[in-house]
Structure formats: structure tokens, C-alpha cells
């Protein structure tokens, strides 16, 4: 399948721009086949124009056609075969297995959507009914539901090409909540994003939905992704990758004459406390545990862990002599971009010239372009209270090992730390009586708790949160993985007084949908009579 480069600015392809940019290859930095535009100022108000024609007819579909929709999205992406991993994988080094996987996890999530969809039960409906005698004041029948809130700027992300990309996980949960997307295309792989972009647009055609519940614009400059979200037809914008990145977009979403939410995902360190006992119990267990997960993708997770803190304990040095053995055995493996390897190698550099980190062991390393070695620092816990640099993300195979001197001091550790996506706690039943302090503060602190486990590898599900407070994230009160995203893009509307035939399906008296429904302060799938 022949890349071209084009945008789509909703059914229509566009090239009108006239600086471009390729996709290279960073295994061996060779320019991939395909030369992009990046958008012009003049095709994203075409695109946002269509997006709000578009979501008045997607905001009045029936939940069926929604549902159908998503899966017909799933197909078109399983029926790109091969090409798409093969793309996918020469813009990424991502190994195949590892794509192929990612892809089952993308059209899983559609699918997941459209279940929820199709259930129906998720929009909330939740009536209060009249009460026409009650003294002094009658009461109005009031009935609340959540409706789509409009056109939606998607930030692919580069670290999940696929599932955090142009049909992923903000992609999915928005058209789920009938909000058109208008996707600016992550420059690390526009290939894989042009042929997913098609294979959206397929569906739209195939499922008859308004021109303009999809665009792509591909870009390798802010002034693509700023201008998108400076348009006011946009309604919010949900955002995959770095601080700066998340912010800036954050910053400028405020600075709209109609500010608007930033869901943006920037990542975290995601602390890993191991309290004595399972120290001593499992020391082995969990050494080989954690470098798995630092090396997992090539680190390249927003859930790595980044900082382990552990309390002073004769078992320590074992553990780091083991934590150190198998990061030193690690192979030396390719980044996502020539950029995100390089900052990597500088962010380590800063760790251990500047802020003066030791370094525990590093992995292996070659000359292959963007290889990169996993590396282990390890500081006491009085370096790490005095220089909260040791706490930023390292995006890669690197993980800071903290000696704390005593439980208050890990307390202390646990009180200092910013918003995180997740915190994980290995322990036993004895430590965590001892620890019990631990969770009433990591509950503050991050999104995502886990015990005697590692936190990456997010499931997508019904009760997943991957957020956290910032600055893991722009949005605490909200999650981009899991069905409960749906929630980012839409808003409780409240309707005072409607007749039957004027309310939404939702909160007409039959309930057709068969959807549960909380009627005078009880969950309940009867029909009401008025
Ligand atoms: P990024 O630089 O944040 O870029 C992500 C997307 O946002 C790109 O499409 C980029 O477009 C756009 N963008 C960034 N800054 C912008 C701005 N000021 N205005 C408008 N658009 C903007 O992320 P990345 O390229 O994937 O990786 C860079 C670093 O991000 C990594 O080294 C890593 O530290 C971090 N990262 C974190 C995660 C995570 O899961 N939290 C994931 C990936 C990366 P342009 O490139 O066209 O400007």
C-alpha cells in the first residue's frame, strides 16, 4: 500500500502545505519511503469546520450505529495485514511481537467501547421526577444525563505507535461519547499513521457516518499541533508524551478566549517501595522483576519504575549487587527517535555529572545509532529529599535505587513526592502493619496503587486508572486507559421540565435503551409513569 503523505481533512485527502518531512528509520537513521506535509493553517480550519458539521449529526446517532462504527474500526485496522506492522516497525524498532500485540490491544479497546456503548448504562442517566403537589414550591420533573461535548485535537503519542495513536485509546473513548477527532499525527511514525487514518475513514464510509468525524493532520512542528488547539471549534484536547509538551498545550488551551480541558498524559517515576521483610523474603524475585520492567520496551514506558526506595537493611546489598549483575547483562537496545535517545543519554549524563548520582551498573552498550544501555543509579535518601532532580522521568531503561535510613525517612520520601501515574509497594502482611502510614499517603500521590507487582503493562478495563495528580497528568479527576475515559469528553446536561417526546432516549419514560438509571435516588431499569 502506496504512503502518500496526504492529510485528511475529513473524507477528502489534502497536501497543500508546503514544508515537509519524512519518517526515518532508527535503527539505522535511513529515510523511510514517503514525504509528509505538514498541515497548513488553512486545512485545519477545514477540518474543524467538518468536525463541527459532523458532530451535529454523531451527537443524534443511536447508540447501535456508534457501537458498529467502533467495530467496523477494528476490522479496517485488523484488515491492514502485515503492512501496518512492518511500517510500524521500521519507524519504531519496535519489534513485531511486540506491535502485533499493541494492535490486539487497539482494536480490543474499540471493541471495549463499543460494549459500553451498546449497554448503554454509561451515560448516567439519573432522574428526579415531579412532584407537582409538594408545599411550598412544587417540584419540576428533572432528569440529567451525560452528552458529547464536541470536536476533539488528538495528540498521538510516539511510545505506543498504535494503542496510544491515531485509533487508540483517546481516539476510541471519544468517538465512543459521539465527539468527532481531528488526530495531529506524531512525526516519529506518519506512515503508520497514514494507513490507521485510512483505515478510520474506510469505517466512516462503510458505517455511513457524517464526513468529518475524522481528519489526520501530520506535522513535525508546534505551529500544526498549536494552531489545532487555538481553534475554537476545538472542545478539548487529549495529549500523549513529554512535560514540556503536555504543558505548553495546557498553557495555550488556557489562554483560549474559550479556555477548554487538556487531558494530557506526561508521565511519571512511578516509585517502587520494597519494605523489609519481602526484602528479605524475596529479595531475588523482585531484583529480577524490577529490571524486566526497566527494561521493558526499552524503558520506554510513562510507567517505568524510575525510583526504588528501599529502607536500610542488611539484605540491601545483596539486592543491589543482583539489581546490578542483571542490568549490566542487559543488551543495548534502539529508542523510539534519534531525539528521544539522545535525551536520554543527556538526562543520565545530568544525573550522574551534575547532580552527582553514582552510578550502580550500566548495561551493555554498541554503536549502533539510538542504542542506549539501561543504567541503575543509587542515592541515599537524604540525596533524594535534597534534589527533587533525582525524581524527574528519565524516558528510557533507567531506575534511581534509594537507600533510606529509617521508616520515617521513607514516610518522609512517600510526603515529598509529586503526582505520579502509580506507586507500587512490595511487602508482606507484617510490613504492611508496620507500613500502614505508607498507603494513606501514596493514595495522595498517585493513580494507580499496586502491591507486590510492577507498574507496567496497564490494563485496559473497566476499573483501570491511568492518571494521576500533576504533574503526571493536567486532568487528576480523570483516566486515558480504561472505559472510564469515555468521561473526559462529555458533560452532565440537566433538562428541567421536558415533555417525553423532546428528552433524549436515555431519559424518555420507557427506556427503550433498558439502560440502568438512578430514578428518585434508586438504580433501577423500569420504565417511569408519569
Ligand atoms: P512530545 O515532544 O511531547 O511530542 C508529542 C506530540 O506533541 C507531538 O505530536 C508533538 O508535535 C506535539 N507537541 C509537543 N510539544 C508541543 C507544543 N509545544 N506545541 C504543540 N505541539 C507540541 O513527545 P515525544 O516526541 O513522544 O517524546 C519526547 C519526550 O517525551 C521523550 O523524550 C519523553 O521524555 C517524553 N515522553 C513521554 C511519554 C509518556 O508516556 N508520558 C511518551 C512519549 C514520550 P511536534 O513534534 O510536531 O512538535
Not at 457501537?67 to 519507524?91: H, K, P, S, V, W
Not at 501530520?218 to 508524551?241: D, S
Not at 537496545?333 to 550522574?352: C, E, F, H, Q
Amino acid at each position: 500500500m502506496e504512503i502518500t503523505g496526504q492529510h485528511f481533512i475529513g473524507n477528502k485527502v489534502s497536501g497543500d502545505g508546503i514544508e515537509t518531512f519524512s519518517a526515518v528509520n532508527p535503527v539505522n537513521n535511513k529515510t523511510l519511503p514517503g514525504v509528509f506535509f505538514n498541515a497548513t493553517t488553512q486545512e485545519i480550519d477545514t477540518a474543524t469546520t467538518k468536525s463541527v458539521a459532523a458532530y451535529q449529526i454523531l451527537k443524534t446517532k443511536n447508540k447501535e450505529d456508534i457501537a458498529a462504527f467502533l467495530e467496523q474500526i477494528a476490522e479496517e485496522i485488523m484488515a491492514l495485514g502485515d503492512t501496518l506492522i512492518t511500517r510500524c516497525n521500521e519507524e519504531t524498532a519496535l519489534p513485531e511481537a511486540r506491535l502485533i500485540g499493541e494492535r490486539g490491544r487497539t482494536v480490543g479497546q474499540l471493541r471495549l467501547f463499543a460494549a459500553l456503548v451498546r449497554e448503554g448504562s454509561w451515560v448516567d442517566a439519573t432522574i428526579d421526577t415531579a412532584e407537582p403537589n409538594r408545599a411550598p414550591v412544587p417540584k419540576s420533573d428533572l432528569r440529567q444525563m451525560l452528552r458529547p461535548i464536541g470536536p476533539i485535537a488528538v495528540f498521538g503519542a510516539s511510545n505506543f505507535p498504535l494503542a496510544f495513536s491515531v485509533a487508540g485509546g483517546d481516539t476510541a473513548s471519544a468517538l465512543a461519547a459521539s465527539c468527532p477527532v481531528i488526530v495531529k499525527g506524531h512525526p516519529a511514525h506518519p506512515g503508520t499513521t497514514e494507513l490507521v487514518a485510512r483505515a478510520i475513514l474506510k469505517a466512516v464510509k462503510t458505517c455511513n457516518m457524517p464526513e468529518g468525524t475524522f481528519s489526520l493532520v501530520q506535522g513535525n512542528t508546534t505551529k500544526v499541533g498549536e494552531t489545532l488547539v487555538k481553534h475554537l471549534a476545538i472542545k478539548a484536547v487529549a495529549f500523549t508524551g513529554s512535560f514540556k509538551g503536555g504543558k505548553a498545550l495546557f498553557d495555550l488551551a488556557n489562554s483560549r478566549k474559550e479556555p477548554i480541558p487538556v487531558f494530557a498524559e506526561m508521565g511519571s517515576t512511578n516509585p517502587v517501595f520494597i519494605l523489609p521483610k519481602a526484602l528479605k523474603e524475596r529479595g531475588d524475585s523482585i531484583a529480577a522483576g524490577l529490571v524486566s520492567s526497566i527494561n521493558l520496551g526499552v524503558g520506554q514506558f510513562c510507567t517505568n519504575p524510575g525510583m526504588v526506595i528501599i529502607p536500610k537493611d542488611k539484605g540491601i546489598a545483596s539486592f543491589c549487587d543482583q539489581v546490578a549483575d542483571k542490568i549490566s547483562q542487559s543488551p543495548s537496545a534502539t529508542m523510539l527517535t534519534p531525539g528521544i535517545a539522545n535525551a536520554y543519554k543527556s538526562t543520565v549524563d545530568i544525573l550522574r555529572n551534575s547532580v552527582g548520582a553514582e552510578i550502580l551498573s550500566s548495561g551493555k552498550n554498541d554503536d549502533a545509532p539510538n542504542n542506549v544501555a539501561s543504567t541503575v543509579f543509587k542515592v541515599s535518601g537524604t540525596e533524594l529529599l535534597n534534589n527533587n532532580q533525582l525524581e524527574q522521568e528519565v524516558f528510557g531503561p533507567c531506575s534511581v535505587l534509594v537507600e533510606a535510613e529509617t521508616k520515617e525517612q521513607v514516610l518522609e520520601i512517600a510526603r515529598n513526592l509529586e503526582g505520579h501515574l502509580t506507586a507500587t509497594v512490595h511487602g508482606t502482611p507484617e510490613d504492611f502493619e508496620t507500613f500502614a502510614e505508607l498507603f494513606q499517603i501514596l493514595e495522595q500521590k498517585a493513580g494507580r496503587l499496586i502491591i507486590n507487582g510492577f507498574p507496567t503493562g496497564v490494563e485496559v478495563c473497566h476499573a483501570m486508572t491511568h492518571g494521576g495528580p500533576y504533574p503526571s497528568t493536567t486532568a487528576p479527576q480523570t483516566t486515558s486507559v480504561g472505559t472510564k475515559a469515555i468521561k473526559r469528553f462529555v458533560r452532565p446536561v440537566c433538562y428541567q421540565g421536558f415533555p417525553d417526546s423532546l428528552l433524549p432516549e436515555s431519559l424518555k419514560d420507557s427506556n427503550t435503551h433498558n439502560i440502568w438509571r438512578l430514578v428518585n435516588g434508586t438504580f433501577t431499569k423500569e420504565h417511569i409513569n408519569r
